[in-house]
């Protein structure tokens, strides 16, 4: 299904459920078609290390994860609470809300929960889910423990909390609107203890169903639950909603996964968006379900061991397996590239480097889990490509001597906007590719991006013929190398991009 076709459908159903949105709204995390796919034109390179393409750049308070996201000339953004010496967990997070005309800071609220979290981990920390706005009011969700709405003026609207089960670090889970309710993820089990939401809190309580995990709607007026999904959904999973052929809202999601998580069968499932019951349950031996659920009207998308899987979006059967190894064509040699066919990848351990899958036109494209691959599959004729691409361009405002990287990365300095280190584990300074719970890329009219941990973003042109270097526009950047460090993917609106880092929030254009 083309982006025209997922347009149509999508306008349409917000009109029925009255929750419309400016053209140039970026509403959630997956933006307003719900796929991180956006029509329009934005620049092909920047550069917040010298200055290039940047309208304007904002102070943040500290860490943060979440993408970063528009309505109207606002724009709403989580970070953890701001700290005054070097600082590893937190619980507090802090919603803000920037004027996106200038970046000017316009209010900040308190948004506490019950789970503390190590800073800007590299599966995620209570700031991973981002913000969804309507015209008239924001959510926050602490994935700690707590919804928070707001009108956009920060005025309290009402407040939900509840307490986590700590069985597993990550939570991929990004919050969407449908029809006036936000969708989140929680476990049904209420009154836990708070030794609950630590791993060694969690464990002795077993794996019970009553600590699944499910996809929860919550009227956005009211702060009812409307309804509680039927079948569960891993914490590592990233769901999608979109249209079934019958134009019926449905949700993608997923289950399985790195330390085994509870929720079974491992695979996937459509959820009817309307109630939350089951279409259909898909089984899928050792599915590693840190993923975007991708899906368009011919098919359900996804990665296990070396393989692409396709199934019929109607009933769950799989209808393809695809080898993301064997007879593909593999570009490299940056800058001067060498392009050769029927090769065998050499891979990593598993596929890709999670969340970053993504469907467009048709395209299947990711980040290889080897790092420096970008990889894409055609979705009609089963072909493979590899793209291999720098870690890292190391840019100085005083010398006109780009430094290239090709298979490492300077180390993160993991430090605040007031210099303090905001960080636990060694790995969040690493380059971000293969075993992190990464950002997802973004897609505005015919330009993909495709950000990595350390500022590094890969602009490619998504529709072009071959994947090769023709297809790459730019390696552009959020920050000084060493000093720049993301797990957010990029907002676009109104021929903006809005990005953030765990140091600042950007607003990009081209004049």
Request: aromatic share 10%.
């Amino acid at each position: 299904m083309n982006t025209t076709t997922i347009k149509a459908l999508l306008c349409l159903g917000l009109f029925v459920c009255s929750s419309t949105y400016a053209d140039a709204d970026w509403p959630q995390a997956a933006g307003p078609a719900y796929n991180y796919v956006d029509e329009g034109e934005s620049p092909t390179f920047f550069s917040g290390t010298l200055g290039t393409n940047i309208r304007w750049r904002a102070k943040l308070p500290n860490t943060g994860q979440g993408t970063p996201v528009v309505i109207g000339n606002r724009v709403f953004v989580q970070c953890h609470e701001p700290i005054a010496a070097d600082t590893e967990t937190s619980s507090l997070t802090i919603g803000l809300c920037f004027d996106a005309r200038t970046g000017k800071e316009l209010w900040r609220r308190n948004i506490p929960a019950a789970r503390t979290t190590d800073l800007s981990s590299l599966f995620s920390d209570n700031t991973a889910a981002s913000a969804v706005a309507t015209k008239d009011l924001v959510a926050f969700v602490n994935v700690g423990g707590r919804l928070s709405v707001f009108d956009h003026d920060g005025t309290p609207k009402w407040t939900y909390a509840w307490t986590p089960f700590g069985r597993h670090h990550s939570r991929q889970h990004e919050p969407f609107v449908y029809n006036n309710q936000i969708i989140i993820l929680k476990t049904i089990k209420a009154g836990l203890p708070v030794s609950a939401t630590t791993k060694s809190g969690a464990h002795p309580l077993g794996r019970g169903k009553e600590y699944w995990t499910h996809l929860h709607a919550l009227d956005l007026a009211t702060g009812k639950t409307t309804w509680i999904a039927k079948t569960g959904t891993g914490v590592h999973a990233a769901s999608t909603f979109g249209f079934s052929r019958d134009s019926r809202p449905v949700i993608m999601t997923g289950r399985g996964g790195g330390h085994q998580p509870p929720e079974e069968p491992y695979g996937i499932s459509r959820i009817n968006a309307i109630d939350g019951s089951t279409d259909w349950d898909a089984g899928i031996q050792d599915y590693p379900s840190a993923q975007n659920v991708t899906f368009n009207q011919s098919g359900v998308y996804g990665f296990t061991g070396q393989f692409h899987l396709t199934l019929d979006p109607h009933t769950g059967d799989e209808i393809e397996r695809t080898s993301l190894t064997d007879n593909v064509r593999i570009t490299t040699g940056y800058p001067d590239y060498v392009t050769k066919t029927e090769q065998t990848f050499q891979a990593a351990k598993k596929a890709i480097t999670y969340q970053t899958n993504i469907v467009v036109g048709d395209y299947h494209y990711f980040r290889s889990h080897k790092p420096g691959y970008i990889g894409r599959i055609h979705l009609g004729t089963g072909s493979v490509e590899y793209l291999k691409v720098p870690l890292q361009i190391v840019r100085h405002v005083n010398r006109n001597q780009d430094q290239v990287l090709h298979d490492k990365t300077i180390l993160n300095d993991m430090r605040n906007a007031d210099g303090y280190l905001a960080t636990q584990d060694k790995r969040n300074a690493g380059s971000g590719w293969g075993h992190v719970s990464a950002a997802s890329p973004t897609v505005v009219g015919p330009i993909m991006y495709l950000p990595t941990m350390v500022g590094t973003v890969y602009v490619l042109r998504w529709n072009s013929e071959s994947l090769n270097a023709e297809s790459l526009l730019s390696i552009s950047d959020l920050g000084p190398a060493g000093k720049t460090w993301t797990l957010s993917s990029i907002a676009h609106s109104n021929g903006r991009l809005f990005a953030r880092t765990l140091k600042e929030l950007i607003c990009i254009e081209a004049p």
